[in-house]
C-alpha cells in the first residue's frame, strides 16, 4: 500500500516533542525543494527549527500504539536540516543576475522570500534573517538591511559542511573507515548533492575539491522525501492537526509486528501529507 493510501487511518509521527501542553507544537510548511525544485513538506518548529519529513516502509509491520493497532506500517519521520540549504535556491533567484561575470542586485528580505505560490516561505523570514547571513553580503541604510548572494562564501560554507560530514562518516558507518579518503569524500560530496543544484555549486564544489561531477552522483536513500503537491491558504498548516495525543516524547516506546527482509520501498508517486494527517486526526477526536 501506498504512503497515502488509508487517509483515514493513524499513521506514526516521530518528531520533536512539542511540550508538556503541547501549544506550539509547529507547522507544516509546502516548499521548494532546493534540488528538484518540486513542492515538498517541511515541518517548521516555532523555536526556528526547520525539519524535512521522510516516509519509508518494510512489508509485514503493523504499529501497536496504546490500545490501538495502526496497520500501516510505514514510519514518517522529522528530521533537522539547515534552513540555509532551503533557502539557497531563491537567494541565488533573486540576485537577477544578467551574466557569470555580474554579481547581481542586493534586495530587502521580504521581496527574496516572497516566492509566488509558496506564502510558506514568509514564515522563514527571521529564520533567513539570521541564517543567510553567513552565505551573502550585506548592506545597511538606515534601520533597512540588504542582502545578496556571496558565491564564496557560498563555497566556504558548502567546504565547511563536507569537511564537517567528512569527519562524522567513519564514525556512523564502519564502512567509510575502511575505504580510502577519496572515496570517501566523494560519498560526502554525494550526500549534500541531495541538497545541492549541480548547477552552480556542486560543480564548483567538486572543482575545488578535484572531483569529477559523475563520480559524486550516487543513489538516492531508500526513503521518501514527502512532496506535497497542494497548499492552505497560509501556506501552512498546524501540526495541531497533524499529531495525535499518544505521547509526550519525541521518541516512543513502540511494538512492531512481523518485519520483512525486504529494504525499505521508494514510492513514485505521492500525496498531500497535510490532507493525510489532518483527516486522521478529525477522525480521532
Not at 513538506?41 to 490500545?67: A, D, H, T, V
Not at 511494538?255 to 494527517?277: D, H, P, V
Request: charged share 25%.
Amino acid at each position: 500500500m501506498a504512503w497515502w493510501e488509508g487517509f483515514d487511518s493513524t499513521r506514526l509521527l516521530i518528531a520533536p516533542d512539542s511540550g508538556s501542553n503541547g501549544s506550539n507544537p509547529g507547522r507544516l510548511l509546502s516548499l521548494r525543494h532546493p534540488k528538484s525544485g518540486n513542492p515538498t513538506c517541511y515541518l517548521f518548529i516555532n523555536n526556528g527549527e526547520l525539519q524535512e519529513l521522510n516516509w519509508s516502509k518494510q512489508s509485514y509491520r503493523s504499529w501497536f500504539l496504546g490500545n490501538y493497532v495502526s496497520e500501516d506500517g510505514g514510519i514518517y519521520t522529522a528530521t533537522p536540516v539547515d534552513p540555509v540549504f532551503i533557502l539557497l535556491p531563491i537567494f541565488e533567484e533573486a540576485r537577477m543576475k544578467k551574466g557569470d561575470d555580474d554579481p547581481g542586485k542586493f534586495r530587502q528580505l521580504e521581496e527574496i522570500i516572497f516566492v509566488s505560490d509558496y506564502p510558506g516561505y514568509q514564515n522563514l523570514l527571521n529564520v533567513a534573517g539570521n541564517c543567510m547571513q553567513v552565505v551573502c553580503e550585506i548592506k545597511e541604510i538606515g534601520s533597512t538591511k540588504f542582502f545578496r548572494l556571496d558565491d564564496s562564501k557560498v563555497l566556504a560554507w558548502l567546504y565547511y559542511k563536507v569537511s564537517k560530514l567528512k569527519e562524522t562518516l567513519p564514525a556512523l558507518d564502519q564502512n567509510y573507515a575502511a575505504q580510502d579518503e577519496k572515496n570517501t569524500l566523494s560519498d560526502t560530496v554525494s550526500i549534500l548533492g541531495e541538497y545541492v543544484k549541480d548547477e552552480p555549486w556542486l560543480k564548483l564544489l567538486c572543482s575545488r575539491l578535484n572531483l569529477e561531477l559523475p563520480n559524486a552522483t550516487k543513489k538516492a536513500p531508500d526513503v521518501e522525501v514527502f512532496t506535497s503537491y497542494a497548499e492552505s491558504k497560509h501556506g501552512s498548516t498546524s501540526t495541531n492537526d497533524l499529531l495525535q495525543e499518544k505521547s509526550s516524547k519525541s521518541t516512543r516506546t513502540l511494538r512492531s509486528g512481523k518485519q520483512g527482509s525486504k529494504k525499505a520501498k521508494m514510492e513514485t508517486e505521492s500525496r498531500n501529507i497535510k490532507e493525510m494527517f489532518s483527516r486522521a486526526s478529525r477522525r480521532g477526536r
